[in-house]
């Protein structure tokens, strides 16, 4: 992999998220369609239109790069080297009823590998980006995972899926395992802002069950890239095509496991 070619294309994701996040914050408190892909799971005519502006901009400078995106799907060579794997807008639900937690996620993967990450949180301004071997930062600012080493003085995020109804005692059940060991858990609804937070160090450790690849795409590489890890449940190598995710910053990497899985006889 070129290094060049890809900070060029971070350049672009930088550009185009935030161009679709001005979309958005044009139109938040303003959704006039809201329809459904499932029970609960919303999509606006702001998830579709900064889709399209992110798509267009990617087909101008990049036609040969796939895109795969959560409203339109996959398009292009899928067996080509360069991907773009967008969610436009993350924390449609918060977006709809008026909470400020949603963002712009552009992740690239270099040969179905997640190398470089944009997330553009409209409500504040800030651009979070990475390539791989390059640091993640913040705007200017370099970020760094926290280094809380036990789970019982961590702050846990989690998230739950669109089909939670058919899973909710798995949720719970897990849900109340981290209340119990650690020292707080937060559910905000947007997967790539969690995994930001994991990144800066705001919060130490992440786990979520069936997500998509353009709920994890970007973020992973800002939480690598600031010195956390990531991994799929049970410590198993990350697979970007793998629902299951857990992100830290390392030190308590394996606690987050052994509670997740149910095996505390592995911390």
Same mark, same amino acid.
């Given at each position: 992999?070129?290094?060049?070619?890809?900070?060029?294309? =971070?350049?672009?994701?930088?550009?185009?998220?935030?161009? @679709?996040? %001005?979309?958005?914050?044009?139109?938040?408190? &303003? /959704?006039?369609? /809201?329809?459904?892909?499932?029970?609960?799971?919303? /999509?606006?005519?702001?998830?579709?239109?900064?889709?399209?502006?992110?798509?267009?901009?990617?087909? @101008?400078?990049?036609?040969?790069?796939?895109?795969?995106?959560?409203?339109?799907?996959?398009?292009?060579?899928?067996?080509?080297? +360069?991907? +773009?794997?967008?969610?436009?807008?993350? $924390?449609?639900?918060?977006?709809?009823?008026?909470?400020?937690?949603?963002?712009?996620?552009?992740?690239?993967?270099?040969?179905?590998?997640?190398?470089?990450? !944009?997330?553009?949180?409209?409500?504040?301004?800030?651009?979070?980006?990475?390539?791989?071997?390059?640091?993640? +930062?913040?705007?200017?600012?370099?970020? *760094?995972?926290? #280094?809380?080493?036990?789970?019982?003085?961590?702050?846990?995020?989690?998230?739950?899926?669109?089909?939670? %109804?058919?899973?909710?005692?798995?949720?719970?059940?897990?849900?109340?395992?981290?209340?119990? *060991? #650690?020292?707080?858990?937060?559910?905000?609804?947007?997967?790539?802002?969690?995994? !930001?937070?994991?990144?800066? $160090?705001?919060? &130490?450790?992440? +786990?979520?069950?069936?997500?998509?690849?353009?709920?994890? %795409? @970007?973020?992973?590489?800002? /939480?690598?890239?600031? $010195?956390?890890? =990531?991994?799929?449940?049970?410590?198993? &190598?990350?697979?970007?095509?793998?629902?299951?995710?857990?992100?830290?910053?390392?030190?308590?990497?394996?606690?987050?496991?052994?509670?997740? &899985?149910?095996?505390?006889?592995?911390?």
């Amino acid at each position: 992999m070129d290094s060049e070619d890809l900070r060029k294309r =971070v350049e672009l994701a930088k550009t185009l998220s935030q161009r @679709a996040g %001005a979309y958005l914050r044009e139109r938040f408190g &303003d /959704v006039s369609r /809201v329809s459904y892909k499932g029970s609960v799971d919303l /999509v606006t005519e702001a998830d579709e239109n900064a889709e399209a502006l992110i798509r267009a901009g990617v087909a @101008a400078d990049f036609p040969e790069d796939c895109i795969l995106a959560e409203e339109t799907g996959e398009s292009g060579d899928a067996s080509g080297a +360069w991907c +773009w794997v967008i969610d436009p807008l993350d $924390g449609t639900t918060n977006f709809v009823h008026g909470v400020r937690r949603f963002a712009v996620s552009v992740g690239i993967t270099y040969f179905g590998e997640p190398v470089g990450g !944009v997330i553009y949180d409209p409500s504040h301004g800030e651009t979070f980006h990475a390539c791989s071997g390059s640091g993640a +930062w913040c705007n200017d600012e370099k970020l *760094q995972v926290s #280094a809380r080493r036990q789970l019982g003085e961590s702050l846990l995020v989690t998230g739950f899926p669109y089909n939670r %109804a058919e899973c909710a005692t798995e949720l719970t059940t897990v849900a109340a395992r981290a209340l119990e *060991q #650690a020292r707080g858990l937060r559910r905000f609804g947007a997967a790539c802002l969690d995994l !930001v937070d994991v990144a800066r $160090g705001v919060l &130490d450790g992440y +786990w979520e069950p069936r997500l998509c690849p353009w709920d994890m %795409a @970007a973020g992973v590489v800002l /939480v690598r890239e600031a $010195g956390g890890t =990531v991994s799929r449940y049970g410590g198993l &190598d990350f697979d970007l095509q793998s629902p299951d995710l857990i992100a830290t910053n390392g030190h308590i990497h394996s606690a987050l496991i052994a509670m997740v &899985d149910g095996d505390e006889g592995r911390q």
